[in-house]
């Protein structure tokens, strides 16, 4: 069998994108991604690339390696094979742990043509299972965003049934990728899929893509009776995607969900699942259904997917993007840091009350107790407050509110000091007392003959008085504030010595 010949010999799961479990960080395979992509008979071709996305052990790899079959045998009436054979191509297996990491590509690209004579590279994307024990959210939004970003049609694989957390995720996970991209207002991506395997109601909607489409128009209905979180869940998933579409499929059988010696031999699949299969693949795969790649309006070729990729994954190598968190922690954040306002607005307020806006000067003894008794509280205050995160998380917050709280001590403390009257005069009165010490010193010194030291001293008396009406217009203008702080320093420094 020729198709099993070729699978035996050079095509296999190519590693272009690996996640480093330690640290959590991503890595593009350049060379692996070249040898794919830059290939003589397809490099300059437009590219189609379908990629599988979704929560880990729900049957991606097992889809796509029906996938390959198919391109490998196009033209067969018999491509699903014998009932014997052995299912090849993307690894995959049975049981509850991941089989798939970061993101494989199929080491050879179809060339497909299309009913205008035009040809296409047709590459298929497998890409690690969401939401695994090892994953962190940064980890599968990155995945699936990087999936969608870079493929022309993205399948999300779900199980069972399109539900409310399911949408969440996707809205998460493409706004991470559009932020990536840096398009706000355009349709970013492209056809995005739903397919829901172990479909159970086909009374209600029927299998395949005339019930599944009727099932999805339901699901993503906004209406005016929702609540805003629904309805911006769904007009943001109508809002990055050109095309959606959903197809229900039924479950392949009790033999493949439970037997550890199941290989994806036909004759241990159901019967209905099969004949799905083989409505849903020949359409997906239909030449005149390929969407070549298009970003900004504009088709690409597998040689300026290598560049895309690139550039795709050094932003998510950076740190200008936000960190995506699970529900939890944002709901944490947002508690502790309103926790953290009220008990800063507090602070604030008391403060107000002692030594603020208009009110006159009070003494630093007395603003220092009222700040200790006002900070205590505050700490109270947020303390008291329950909050989520558990007490590690809340301890990060409870130093920030102290270190900000420090902070507006300072400025309180600097504001009533302006109050001050003799602090407001100082340099002047400084500066005034130096004219008058120089000015008796230099005739003192003229009239018993040190005529010399005499003019010294009217040298700096000349240079006290150009700093007092240098002070004086700084004061009235408000400008060169630099050289007034100069000024009242070296005025500080002769109070201090004497």
Not at 215 to 234: G, I, N, P, S
Not at 426 to 439: D, E, G
Not at 468 to 477: E, G, K, V
């Amino acid at each position: 069998d020729q198709y099993l010949l070729r699978m035996g010999s050079e095509p296999g799961p190519v590693q272009i994108v690996t996640v480093c479990k330690e640290d959590h960080s991503f890595a593009l395979d350049t060379e692996a991604l070249a040898r794919v992509l830059l290939a003589p008979e397809v490099r300059d071709k437009h590219v189609v690339v379908l990629s599988v996305a979704g929560a880990f052990r729900k049957g991606k790899s097992f889809l796509l390696d029906f996938m390959l079959r198919y391109m490998y045998r196009k033209g067969d009436e018999n491509w699903l094979g014998q009932d014997d054979e052995p299912l090849t191509g993307f690894s995959w297996r049975g049981g509850s742990e991941p089989e798939t990491t970061g993101i494989q590509l199929w080491s050879e690209v179809f060339p497909v043509q299309k009913k205008d004579g035009t040809e296409v590279a047709v590459v298929l994307m497998d890409t690690q299972g969401a939401f695994d024990n090892q994953s962190t959210v940064k980890d599968c939004a990155t995945i699936f965003a990087l999936s969608t970003m870079t493929s022309s049609i993205q399948i999300y694989n779900l199980s069972q049934n399109i539900q409310e957390d399911d949408l969440q995720q996707l809205q998460l996970f493409t706004e991470y990728g559009r932020l990536a991209m840096d398009e706000l207002f355009l349709k970013p991506f492209q056809s995005l899929m739903f397919l829901i395997r172990d479909w159970s109601f086909p009374y209600e909607y029927d299998y395949g893509f005339k019930g599944g489409n009727g099932f999805l128009d339901k699901r993503l209905q906004v209406k005016e009776t929702q609540h805003e979180e629904l309805q911006t869940v769904r007009e943001h998933i109508h809002s990055c995607f050109t095309k959606i579409s959903c197809f229900l499929l039924p479950h392949p059988g009790l033999n493949v969900a439970t037997s550890p010696a199941f290989r994806g031999q036909l004759r241990h699949v159901a019967p209905e699942f099969r004949e799905q299969l083989q409505s849903l693949i020949p359409k997906l795969l239909h030449p005149d259904r390929l969407a070549e790649k298009e970003i900004h309006g504009n088709k690409v070729t597998c040689r300026g997917l290598l560049e895309y990729f690139k550039a795709y994954i050094k932003i998510y190598q950076g740190e200008d993007l936000p960190q995506p968190k699970t529900m939890l922690m944002a709901t944490a954040e947002a508690n502790n840091l309103a926790a953290v306002a009220t008990a800063k607005d507090q602070y604030y307020k008391n403060m107000e009350k002692v030594c603020g806006g208009d009110l006159p000067y009070v003494s630093p003894d007395s603003l220092e107790e009222k700040h200790h008794f006002f900070f205590r509280e505050a700490l109270h205050n947020f303390s008291s407050t329950k909050k989520m995160g558990g007490q590690e998380f809340c301890d990060r917050y409870h130093a920030q509110l102290e270190k900000e709280l420090g902070e507006m001590w300072q400025s309180f403390t600097k504001h009533n000091a302006s109050k001050n009257l003799f602090s407001a005069f100082r340099t002047p009165a400084v500066l005034f007392v130096l004219v008058c010490l120089l000015y008796v010193l230099s005739g003192v010194l003229l009239f018993v003959g040190l005529s010399t030291f005499a003019l010294v001293c009217d040298c700096s008396l000349g240079v006290v008085m150009m700093s007092m009406l240098t002070w004086a217009f700084i004061r009235y203008s408000g400008r060169y504030r630099t050289v007034g702080g100069a000024i009242d320093q070296a005025a500080g420094v002769v109070l201090e010595q004497v």
